[in-house]
């Protein structure tokens, strides 16, 4: 919380020159602010009497990129001295819910393997036209791509 301004600017824009030369695309950054801490984090590098911070600078990254960017970002996270903790978290595509939809795998018809489709989460409390079209939009992409 107490890094300056310009620190946590390099310190972002290296992460995004990482992602960038492993072939990947930052999508935004977002700066959340200082908050308050559920509990107090001890953090390595501080001197003994500023050793255990109660506040946290709250920043999220949101990138498109192969696989192997995300080890070499927490690598660079770990060495950076004011990150305290991190969190590496991949969000759904519509290709996730396409792919909870799929009806049945060949390979699993000729080993002779039966499974039960699952079908995806509903949202509760949606209106029934709003999920209609949601519904019609998700058919729309699986006759496109598949």
């Known amino acids: 919380a107490k890094q300056p301004p310009a620190d946590l600017a390099k310190t972002l824009r290296n992460l995004c020159h990482t992602v960038y030369n492993k072939g990947g695309w930052v999508r935004a950054v977002e700066n959340h602010g200082v908050r308050p801490m559920p509990f107090r984090v001890r953090s390595k590098y501080s001197p003994e009497e500023e050793r255990y ?3 946290a600078r709250f920043v999220s990254l949101y990138y498109d990129a192969p696989v192997a960017t995300k080890k070499d970002l927490e690598v660079k996270l ?15 595509s519509i290709l996730d819910e396409v792919n ?3 009806t049945s795998n060949p ?4 080993a002779g393997i ?3 489709v699952k079908l995806p989460k509903r949202k509760k409390g949606v209106h ?3 999920q209609a079209e949601e ?10 791509y598949f």
Request: net charge positive; charged share 45%.
């Open 128 to 130: 029934p036209a709003i």
């Open 100 to 102: 909870s939809r799929k």
């Open 114 to 116: 039966e499974r039960k």
């Open 78 to 92: 770990r060495l950076e001295e004011p990150v305290l903790r991190f969190n590496t978290m991949r969000l759904p």
């Open 135 to 144: 519904d019609a939009r998700l058919r729309d992409v699986v006759e496109k």
């Open 53 to 55: 911070q109660r506040e």
């Open 107 to 110: 390979w699993n018809a000729v």
